[in-house]
Protein backbone atom coordinates (compact mmCIF):
# COMPACT_ATOMS: atom_id res chain seq x y z
CA UNK A 1 0.00 0.00 0.00
CA UNK A 2 1.17 3.79 -0.88
CA UNK A 3 1.58 6.37 1.58
CA UNK A 4 -2.35 7.89 1.65
CA UNK A 5 -2.38 9.03 -1.88
CA UNK A 6 -5.14 11.62 -0.68
CA UNK A 7 -2.96 12.47 1.89
CA UNK A 8 -1.93 15.60 3.82
CA UNK A 9 0.74 15.87 1.15
CA UNK A 10 -2.03 16.53 -1.63
CA UNK A 11 -4.79 18.63 0.26
CA UNK A 12 -4.69 22.11 1.48
CA UNK A 13 -4.71 22.98 4.94
CA UNK A 14 -2.37 23.03 7.62
CA UNK A 15 -4.45 20.61 9.95
CA UNK A 16 -6.63 17.39 8.89
CA UNK A 17 -9.25 18.31 10.77
CA UNK A 18 -10.14 21.99 12.42
CA UNK A 19 -13.62 23.37 13.53
CA UNK A 20 -14.18 26.84 14.69
CA UNK A 21 -17.41 27.51 17.19
CA UNK A 22 -18.72 24.68 15.16
CA UNK A 23 -22.49 24.08 16.82
CA UNK A 24 -25.81 21.25 16.09
CA UNK A 25 -29.04 21.94 17.47
CA UNK A 26 -31.84 19.52 17.58
CA UNK A 27 -34.62 22.02 18.76
CA UNK A 28 -33.67 24.17 21.98
CA UNK A 29 -30.79 21.26 22.78
CA UNK A 30 -26.70 21.97 21.72
CA UNK A 31 -25.92 18.19 20.83
CA UNK A 32 -22.49 20.17 20.22
CA UNK A 33 -21.88 23.52 21.03
CA UNK A 34 -19.18 26.09 20.08
CA UNK A 35 -16.50 23.34 19.74
CA UNK A 36 -13.03 24.49 18.05
CA UNK A 37 -10.38 22.22 17.49
CA UNK A 38 -7.43 21.63 15.42
CA UNK A 39 -5.57 18.18 14.81
CA UNK A 40 -2.70 17.89 13.16
CA UNK A 41 -1.94 15.30 9.74
CA UNK A 42 -0.63 12.28 11.67
CA UNK A 43 -1.43 11.64 14.76
CA UNK A 44 -4.46 9.72 16.57
CA UNK A 45 -6.65 11.44 18.10
CA UNK A 46 -9.06 10.48 20.68
CA UNK A 47 -12.35 12.09 21.13
CA UNK A 48 -13.75 11.26 24.96
CA UNK A 49 -16.71 11.95 26.79
CA UNK A 50 -19.77 10.37 28.83
CA UNK A 51 -23.20 9.36 26.80
CA UNK A 52 -24.83 12.57 25.46
CA UNK A 53 -21.45 14.72 25.17
CA UNK A 54 -21.80 15.30 21.93
CA UNK A 55 -19.23 13.18 20.24
CA UNK A 56 -21.26 11.09 18.01
CA UNK A 57 -22.86 14.19 16.86
CA UNK A 58 -19.98 15.88 15.71
CA UNK A 59 -18.13 12.94 13.76
CA UNK A 60 -21.50 12.87 11.63
CA UNK A 61 -20.92 16.86 11.05
CA UNK A 62 -17.11 15.78 9.92
CA UNK A 63 -18.22 12.94 7.79
CA UNK A 64 -20.79 14.88 6.09
CA UNK A 65 -23.81 13.09 7.73
CA UNK A 66 -25.20 15.84 9.26
CA UNK A 67 -24.76 20.01 8.55
CA UNK A 68 -23.57 22.02 11.72
CA UNK A 69 -26.27 24.58 12.38
CA UNK A 70 -23.59 26.97 13.19
CA UNK A 71 -19.61 27.42 12.73
CA UNK A 72 -17.43 25.98 10.25
CA UNK A 73 -14.81 22.79 9.74
CA UNK A 74 -12.58 21.50 7.33
CA UNK A 75 -11.46 18.37 6.75
CA UNK A 76 -8.73 17.71 4.67
CA UNK A 77 -8.52 20.92 4.04
CA UNK A 78 -12.29 21.11 2.69
CA UNK A 79 -15.42 22.55 3.83
CA UNK A 80 -17.44 20.28 4.90
CA UNK A 81 -20.65 21.94 3.68
CA UNK A 82 -19.26 24.11 0.95
CA UNK A 83 -17.26 20.23 -0.83
CA UNK A 84 -18.68 17.73 1.18
CA UNK A 85 -18.03 15.82 -2.13
CA UNK A 86 -14.21 16.33 -1.70
CA UNK A 87 -13.96 15.48 2.03
CA UNK A 88 -15.98 12.38 1.51
CA UNK A 89 -12.68 11.15 -1.18
CA UNK A 90 -10.48 11.86 1.41
CA UNK A 91 -11.81 9.81 4.74
CA UNK A 92 -12.83 6.59 5.91
CA UNK A 93 -15.28 5.79 8.47
CA UNK A 94 -15.86 2.77 10.54
CA UNK A 95 -19.20 2.98 12.75
CA UNK A 96 -19.77 1.03 15.39
CA UNK A 97 -22.40 -0.24 14.04
CA UNK A 98 -22.13 -3.69 11.61
CA UNK A 99 -21.04 -2.53 8.55
CA UNK A 100 -19.76 -5.83 6.66
CA UNK A 101 -22.54 -8.07 5.03
CA UNK A 102 -22.25 -11.52 6.65
CA UNK A 103 -24.03 -13.23 3.68
CA UNK A 104 -20.60 -12.21 1.66
CA UNK A 105 -16.82 -13.25 1.67
CA UNK A 106 -14.57 -10.94 2.77
CA UNK A 107 -13.26 -10.50 -0.69
CA UNK A 108 -16.98 -10.04 -1.72
CA UNK A 109 -17.95 -7.06 1.17
CA UNK A 110 -14.35 -5.68 -0.33
CA UNK A 111 -14.99 -5.67 -3.72
CA UNK A 112 -18.31 -4.19 -3.16
CA UNK A 113 -16.95 -1.20 -1.44
CA UNK A 114 -14.79 -0.87 -3.99
CA UNK A 115 -17.47 -0.05 -6.67
CA UNK A 116 -18.96 2.39 -4.10
CA UNK A 117 -15.78 4.18 -3.83
CA UNK A 118 -15.47 4.62 -7.65
CA UNK A 119 -12.23 2.41 -7.75
CA UNK A 120 -11.47 1.74 -11.48
CA UNK A 121 -12.00 -1.70 -12.53
CA UNK A 122 -8.42 -2.76 -13.37
CA UNK A 123 -7.61 -1.90 -10.28
CA UNK A 124 -10.09 -2.98 -7.87
CA UNK A 125 -8.51 -6.55 -7.50
CA UNK A 126 -5.28 -5.85 -6.32
CA UNK A 127 -6.72 -3.34 -4.08
CA UNK A 128 -8.69 -6.20 -2.58
CA UNK A 129 -5.77 -8.24 -2.56
CA UNK A 130 -3.59 -5.59 -1.08
CA UNK A 131 -6.39 -5.22 1.85
CA UNK A 132 -6.92 -7.92 2.83
CA UNK A 133 -3.14 -9.19 3.18
CA UNK A 134 -2.31 -6.08 5.24
CA UNK A 135 -4.92 -6.70 7.74
CA UNK A 136 -3.84 -10.40 8.11
CA UNK A 137 -7.15 -11.77 6.33
CA UNK A 138 -5.65 -13.34 2.97
CA UNK A 139 -6.28 -16.86 4.13
CA UNK A 140 -10.13 -16.16 5.28
CA UNK A 141 -10.63 -14.00 2.19
CA UNK A 142 -13.27 -16.41 0.74
CA UNK A 143 -15.27 -17.48 3.85
CA UNK A 144 -18.46 -15.80 4.76
CA UNK A 145 -18.02 -13.11 7.04
CA UNK A 146 -20.81 -14.58 9.34
CA UNK A 147 -17.88 -17.39 10.41
CA UNK A 148 -15.42 -14.72 11.35
CA UNK A 149 -14.55 -13.90 14.47
CA UNK A 150 -15.21 -10.14 16.17
CA UNK A 151 -11.61 -9.06 15.75
CA UNK A 152 -11.29 -10.40 11.92
CA UNK A 153 -15.09 -8.41 11.17
CA UNK A 154 -12.91 -5.46 12.56
CA UNK A 155 -9.85 -6.10 10.71
CA UNK A 156 -12.14 -7.09 7.55
CA UNK A 157 -14.17 -3.00 8.66
CA UNK A 158 -11.09 -1.37 8.84
CA UNK A 159 -9.92 -2.86 5.61
CA UNK A 160 -13.16 -1.43 3.59
CA UNK A 161 -12.92 2.35 4.94
CA UNK A 162 -8.87 1.78 3.29
CA UNK A 163 -9.14 0.49 0.05
CA UNK A 164 -9.25 4.26 -1.22
CA UNK A 165 -6.62 5.31 0.41
CA UNK A 166 -7.67 7.79 2.95
CA UNK A 167 -5.67 10.61 4.72
CA UNK A 168 -8.18 10.56 7.36
CA UNK A 169 -10.10 7.94 9.06
CA UNK A 170 -12.55 7.94 11.51
CA UNK A 171 -13.76 5.04 13.86
CA UNK A 172 -16.66 4.86 16.55
CA UNK A 173 -15.61 2.87 19.37
CA UNK A 174 -13.38 0.12 17.32
CA UNK A 175 -13.04 -2.13 19.52
CA UNK A 176 -16.31 -2.54 21.45
CA UNK A 177 -17.42 -6.08 22.12
CA UNK A 178 -13.80 -7.36 21.74
CA UNK A 179 -11.63 -9.80 23.58
CA UNK A 180 -8.27 -9.09 24.84
CA UNK A 181 -6.73 -10.52 22.20
CA UNK A 182 -8.47 -9.02 19.28
CA UNK A 183 -8.39 -5.48 20.73
CA UNK A 184 -4.83 -5.84 20.71
CA UNK A 185 -5.04 -7.09 16.98
CA UNK A 186 -6.88 -4.15 15.94
CA UNK A 187 -4.48 -1.94 17.63
CA UNK A 188 -1.52 -3.40 15.98
CA UNK A 189 -3.10 -2.73 12.90
CA UNK A 190 -4.16 1.08 13.81
CA UNK A 191 -0.88 1.99 14.24
CA UNK A 192 0.59 0.04 11.46
CA UNK A 193 -1.63 2.63 9.40
CA UNK A 194 -0.73 5.71 11.37
CA UNK A 195 2.83 5.00 11.22
CA UNK A 196 3.32 3.45 8.11
CA UNK A 197 1.00 5.29 5.58
CA UNK A 198 0.90 8.47 7.70
CA UNK A 199 -2.96 7.90 8.50
CA UNK A 200 -4.48 10.37 10.30
CA UNK A 201 -6.79 8.75 13.24
CA UNK A 202 -9.94 10.29 14.97
CA UNK A 203 -11.51 7.60 17.35
CA UNK A 204 -13.85 7.35 20.03
CA UNK A 205 -13.37 5.20 22.61
CA UNK A 206 -14.75 4.54 26.36
CA UNK A 207 -11.81 2.29 27.22
CA UNK A 208 -9.34 4.72 28.73
CA UNK A 209 -5.93 1.97 28.10
CA UNK A 210 -6.65 2.16 24.52
CA UNK A 211 -6.10 6.16 25.16
CA UNK A 212 -3.42 5.27 26.52
CA UNK A 213 -1.96 2.82 24.31
CA UNK A 214 -3.42 4.78 20.95
CA UNK A 215 -4.05 8.20 21.38
CA UNK A 216 -1.29 11.17 20.54
CA UNK A 217 -3.51 14.13 21.82
CA UNK A 218 -7.29 13.88 23.11
CA UNK A 219 -10.11 16.27 23.44
CA UNK A 220 -13.09 15.98 26.30
CA UNK A 221 -16.62 16.54 25.14
CA UNK A 222 -19.29 17.64 27.99
CA UNK A 223 -22.75 18.96 27.43
CA UNK A 224 -21.68 19.42 24.08
CA UNK A 225 -19.01 21.76 24.79
CA UNK A 226 -14.58 21.18 24.72
CA UNK A 227 -14.41 20.63 28.55
CA UNK A 228 -10.06 19.85 27.94
CA UNK A 229 -7.35 18.52 25.44
CA UNK A 230 -4.08 18.03 25.14
CA UNK A 231 -1.99 15.01 25.52
CA UNK A 232 -2.58 12.37 28.13
CA UNK A 233 0.72 13.16 30.03
CA UNK A 234 0.17 16.61 29.41
CA UNK A 235 -3.85 15.93 31.17
CA UNK A 236 -2.93 13.51 33.93
CA UNK A 237 -0.32 16.31 35.01
CA UNK A 238 -3.11 18.60 34.76
CA UNK A 239 -5.62 16.38 37.33
CA UNK A 240 -2.40 15.53 39.59
CA UNK A 241 0.36 13.93 40.56
CA UNK A 242 -0.44 9.98 39.89
CA UNK A 243 -3.73 11.07 37.72
CA UNK A 244 -4.76 8.20 35.63
CA UNK A 245 -6.72 8.47 31.97
CA UNK A 246 -10.07 7.69 34.05
CA UNK A 247 -9.11 10.35 36.92
CA UNK A 248 -9.09 12.73 33.56
CA UNK A 249 -12.19 11.92 32.61
CA UNK A 250 -13.99 11.97 35.42
CA UNK A 251 -12.40 15.23 36.39
CA UNK A 252 -13.08 16.79 33.15
CA UNK A 253 -16.51 15.18 32.53
CA UNK A 254 -17.81 15.61 35.83
CA UNK A 255 -18.58 12.10 36.56
CA UNK A 256 -16.71 8.55 36.52
CA UNK A 257 -16.97 6.01 33.89
CA UNK A 258 -18.76 3.68 35.96
CA UNK A 259 -21.36 6.53 36.49
CA UNK A 260 -21.71 7.46 33.22
CA UNK A 261 -21.82 3.72 31.54
CA UNK A 262 -25.51 3.17 32.23
CA UNK A 263 -28.16 0.16 31.15
CA UNK A 264 -28.00 1.83 27.03
CA UNK A 265 -24.01 1.16 27.55
CA UNK A 266 -24.23 -2.37 28.50
CA UNK A 267 -27.03 -2.50 26.09
CA UNK A 268 -25.02 -1.75 23.60
CA UNK A 269 -21.98 -3.35 24.94
CA UNK A 270 -23.93 -6.88 24.81
CA UNK A 271 -25.66 -6.29 21.09
CA UNK A 272 -21.88 -5.40 19.59
CA UNK A 273 -20.45 -8.69 21.46
CA UNK A 274 -22.98 -10.42 20.22
CA UNK A 275 -22.77 -9.48 16.75
CA UNK A 276 -19.01 -9.78 16.54
CA UNK A 277 -19.23 -13.59 18.18
Excluded at 8 to 24: D, F, H, K, W
Aim: net charge positive; with cysteine.
Amino acid sequence: MNPAENGAQQTPGAYAIETLELSRRFGAVAAVDRVSLAVPYGGIFGLLGPNGAGKSTLIKMLTTLLKPSEGTARVAGFDIVQAPAEVRKRIGYVPQLLSADGALSGFENLTLSAKLYGIPRTERKSRVDEALRYMGLTDAARQLVKKYSGGMIRRLELAQAMLHRPAILFLDEPTIGLDPVACLSVWERLRALNREHGMTILMTTHFMDEVDELCDVVAILHQGRLAASGSPARLKAAVGEGATMTDVFAHFSGGSLEEESGYRDARQTRMTAKRLG
